[in-house]
């Protein structure tokens, strides 16, 4: 297996594009044909990258997926997140990018959120494409912070930095939630899969072979990312994927608690709880009442 390529500092990326660093901690990249320092296969770096278009490569992949690259297109890379590079000698990269490292933030409005853009765990075919008018936009966030660069650090420099890197990681939580609506009708095809995929998991052994249906397990399925996935599942239902499997799951119980002559023991293992303490509570918390209340309940009512 190639080696990994490890490029640990902004700094070090500029100089690796033979690119004058006007900030330990940040830069706006125009690659413009620039040819790195050398070339490698695989990539791994220590801190955030945001590629605009065809920056780096025509073939750049993370994972298995290789990554859908077209004018205006956005691809998010996370610190630690190993990128493969299929790349020939004779290639002049184009496209720009923004690189921030996690100590820029730290300590900040947006060091604190930046959880919330779970579109740096998405897949490389989890892309975002913009529209020429969101592409001007993204253009415009990269200018405001090539400017404070340019002009030189002082007092005000890290707070308008970080805001412009925060407003544009905004903008992008919107951009998102545009492609998650243009593309509503594939969105629908997988939920539906979704609840088809819930149905076959318990119609099979494996809550009792493999436990209770996870978020990852799940997003595995359709091969998408987890966060991906996730932020699908809560634009189409209102519910995170999580809150959506175990609502499912409820339904189940209740269906074998009444039409069941098994124990909550029983039934909960069934169900894929390892313990059914676990299950008794869940159950609580989910209706109000414990599973041998629900069924008292209900027995008594008919």
Not at 29 to 49: K, L, Q, T
Request: proline share 4%; aromatic share 14%.
């Amino acid at each position: 297996m190639d080696e990994i390529l490890r490029i640990d500092t902004v700094s070090e990326h500029d100089a690796f594009y033979h690119k004058e660093n006007l900030h330990p901690l940040v830069s706006i990249m125009d690659f413009n044909g620039r040819v790195p320092e050398i070339y490698a296969s695989r990539m791994n770096f220590g801190f955030y990258i945001v590629y605009l278009k065809e920056v780096m490569c025509g073939d750049m992949k993370y994972g298995r997926h290789t990554y859908d690259y077209q004018d205006r297109t956005l691809v998010f890379v996370a610190p630690g997140q190993v990128i493969n590079v299929d790349i020939s000698r004779d290639y002049k990269p184009q496209g720009y990018a923004l690189l921030f490292h996690p100590d820029l933030i730290r300590g900040t409005s947006l060091g604190r959120h930046m959880d919330d853009y779970t579109f740096f765990s998405y897949q490389s075919n989890e892309a975002l494409h913009l529209s020429e008018r969101e592409r001007k936009i993204v253009l415009d966030c990269f200018d405001k912070i090539s400017y404070e660069l340019e002009r030189g650090v002082d007092k005000h420099s890290k707070m308008l930095i970080v805001a412009n890197i925060e407003l544009f990681l905004n903008y992008c939580i919107r951009f998102y939630d545009r492609q998650f609506i243009s593309r509503s009708g594939p969105n629908t095809d997988i939920l539906s899969q979704f609840e088809k995929l819930l149905n076959e998991y318990y119609q099979s052994d494996k809550p009792q072979t493999i436990g209770l249906p996870s978020v990852t397990y799940c997003a595995e399925q359709f091969n998408l990312s987890t966060n991906y996935f996730g932020d699908l599942i809560k634009k189409e239902t209102g519910k995170t994927a999580l809150e959506y499997i175990q609502l499912k799951i409820m339904d189940w119980a209740k269906q074998k608690i009444l039409d069941n002559p098994k124990t909550i023991n029983e039934i909960a293992y069934e169900l894929g709880f390892k313990y059914p303490a676990h299950f008794t509570r869940a159950f609580k918390k989910s209706t109000g009442v414990t599973p041998i209340g629900y069924r008292l309940l209900n027995n008594s009512t008919t």
